[in-house]
């Protein structure tokens, strides 16, 4: 079936970098995609979100940028800190029909080195 | 505001024995998600209410799980009996809306079934 899936499981980063976590879809009508970041014991927590109809969008720190053409998302993490090191995951919104269900990619270990 | 709010936070139980979770999502949210996390996935959507209806089950293994959702607000999940399978973080989440968009998650239910 259609799934979401990550390039690379793990990235780790010096603090003060900039993080890059890559993500590649594979549904064609998927309309909607969030990024989420999740700690340990702890449930996702949304991060930021784009429309299949933006290319780029920022937030505080963050920006996720997509390409439909080929299918791929990415978070951008600028100045990383170590209270960034977690897992994170893409999902995908497939609209029409299953409109509400999120799909989720594996996810990428993210951590942090001071 | 009270985020969603999840019990127990850990259960262990034996094969073929029965266990049931319990959410309370943020107030006002008409929409509540169950999803299972499996170690190292991603978490994988199980049923879906709006209100206290269901909108998607397609991936509730029915024979032995069963969710319910009484007065719109909180919801239990119950699997009878479990399998060593099923060993995994039960997470709920809820949203305004029924699109998918801003779930907010609890901390989850960790089973270990033995």
């Known amino acids: 079936g259609e799934s979401v899936g990550l390039h690379l499981p793990t990235l780790s980063v010096q603090e003060g970098d900039n993080s890059i976590i890559n993500c590649a879809y594979s549904?064609?009508?998927?309309?909607?995609f969030i990024w989420y970041k999740q700690e340990s014991g702890k449930g996702p927590q949304f991060i930021i979100d784009?429309?299949?109809?933006?290319d780029k969008r920022q937030g505080q720190r963050v920006t996720v940028l997509l390409n439909k053409t080929v299918k791929h998302l990415s978070l951008q993490i600028a100045a990383t800190q170590p209270g960034d090191s977690a897992v994170y995951f893409c999902?995908?919104?497939?609209?029409?029909?299953?409109?509400?269900?999120?799909?989720f990619g594996q996810g990428t270990i993210l951590t942090v080195h001071p | 505001e009270a985020g969603v709010a999840q019990s127990p936070r850990y259960k262990i139980i034996e094969k073929r024995q029965s266990v049931a979770f319990w959410c309370n999502p943020i107030s006002g949210h008409a929409t509540l998600y169950w999803y299972q996390q499996i170690l190292g996935q991603g978490p994988k959507l199980l049923i879906q209410f709006q209100n206290n209806g269901v909108v998607d089950d397609s991936q509730l293994p029915k024979d032995r799980f069963s969710a319910e959702r009484l007065k719109g607000v909180d919801s239990t999940l119950k699997i009878q009996p479990a399998k060593l399978e099923d060993s995994a973080v039960y997470l709920c989440a809820s949203s305004l809306t029924s699109t998918g968009e801003k779930l907010f998650f609890g901390s989850g239910t960790q089973l270990s079934v033995l």
């Open positions: 999902a995908e919104n497939a609209g029409g029909t299953s409109y509400g269900k999120l799909t």
């Open positions: 784009i429309r299949s109809n933006m």
């Open positions: 549904n064609s009508a998927s309309d909607y």
